[in-house]
């Protein structure tokens, strides 16, 4: 069962902004209130909650691969969270999924990690969606990793 608003006699305008965020990454959760706190105005003022839910990627071996792929994972993410009634109680769901594309090179195949953000407003069912820039993926180690039989969980933690 996921969290859901207090109980509570406050005006809704002086509760803290409650986003619910579809990892328990910490690096995922701390960049998300991050973002949410340097929002200004009326955000700063109520505070900001952000509350770990993490969800499904439906991607079946864990690593989703290209963008269409990352973005189709985040969404599978946020669609789990809305449908087990995670979207109770939150002004924002927040789906954030790392995944892996290949660069082709001449003598090599490198891998980047991008990241795709995908922001629900839940009063309005406004989605945001984009990419962050990439950054290198240790492909061969990974590759490695999984061929000596490693967790997706510990390669997560390698990576």
């Not at 406004?126 to 492909?139: E, G, I, M, T």
Request: aromatic content about 6%; overall charge negative; hydrophobic content about 40%.
């Amino acid at each position: 069962m996921l969290p859901t608003a207090p109980a509570t006699s406050a005006l809704p305008s002086q509760l803290p902004l409650r986003v619910a965020v579809t990892s328990s990454n910490p690096e995922k959760l701390g960049a998300v209130q991050a973002a949410f706190e340097a929002h200004s105005g009326d955000w700063a003022a109520r505070g900001v909650e952000v509350v770990a839910c993490p969800c499904d990627s439906g991607i079946p071996h864990g690593q989703p691969w290209g963008h269409q792929h990352t973005y189709e994972g985040a969404l599978a993410r946020l669609h789990h969270l809305e449908a087990g009634g995670g979207a109770d109680g939150f002004n924002y769901l927040v789906s954030v999924e790392n995944g892996v594309f290949a660069l082709l090179r001449h003598d090599a195949t490198e891998g980047q990690d991008v990241c795709c953000v995908v922001v629900l407003d839940v009063s309005t069912g406004k989605q945001a969606v984009n990419f962050s820039q990439a950054r290198p993926y240790p492909l061969a180690e990974v590759q490695e990793m999984k061929r000596a039989g490693a967790s997706n969980g510990s390669i997560g933690e390698f990576c």
